[in-house]
């Protein structure tokens, strides 16, 4: 499977935005973003003139980004965003927001979407009991989400999980640390959302 094999921390620079692609990391003073504040290569300090093209260009790979998804996959998404009811981009953000990798990691059982990704298709992880090894799978609600009981014991679940009171957990997700598990209370709403998009301009770029 493709897939960016990259330092992530480019990425951030070139958006401008911490994405938080690494974890715990971009919470600190290490933070790629916060040392160099610009974009990287050799003109990255350079004054760029933006078109209108570029700014939605750049939206659109900004949240792309976000979510660790390829152009295909992504355009796929828009695409079934598109045919449903209501405003497009709005249920663009909450196809992503539903992805299992993107619970998994919101949950608290991670440190970044990346190693959800990860948690979920090493088979960790159980909806509803049964093992889901599919990072896009789309969670629905009253799901119920849990580790293994073997992968309760992995270091970097138990960091993450002792963390999370700094990150938060979405008023739509319902969390036992105990257990190890967590249950789906509703579906996202885009105020539930909090990530620093514009999201018409990404139905923009696709329009024309």
């Known amino acids: 499977m493709a897939r960016y094999r990259e330092a992530v921390c480019r990425l951030c620079r070139r958006e401008g935005v911490k994405l938080f692609l690494k974890g715990e990391r971009c919470y600190t003073d290490k933070c790629a973003l916060e040392r160099r504040p610009y974009s990287p290569g050799q003109h990255g300090q350079a004054r760029m003139k933006k078109t209108e093209y570029g700014l939605l260009l750049r939206e659109k790979q900004k949240l792309r980004r976000i979510y660790g998804i390829l152009e295909k996959q992504f355009r796929l998404y828009f695409e079934k965003a598109e045919k449903q009811k209501g405003v497009t981009g709005e ?37 509803n ?52 598990e967590g249950r789906i209370k509703a579906l996202p709403t885009r105020e539930e959302i909090a990530i620093p998009v514009q999201e018409q301009l990404i139905v923009e770029f696709y329009s024309k």
Not at 92 to 118: C, T
Not at 159 to 167: F, K, P, Q
Request: proline share 3%; aromatic share 6%; hydrophobic share 40%.
């Open 91 to 127: 249920k663009l953000l909450i196809l992503l927001e539903r992805r299992l990798d993107n619970v998994v990691y919101k949950m608290g059982f991670a440190h970044s979407r990346n190693q959800a990704r990860q948690l979920v298709r090493h088979g960790h992880i159980l909806i």
């Open 129 to 180: 009991n049964k093992k889901v090894n599919i990072p896009s799978y789309l969670v629905e609600v009253g799901d119920v989400i849990k580790l293994k009981e073997k992968s309760q014991e992995i270091p970097f679940v138990k960091e993450a999980l002792e963390g999370i009171a700094s990150r938060g957990i979405p008023s739509w997700l319902e969390v036992d640390k105990e257990k190890f």
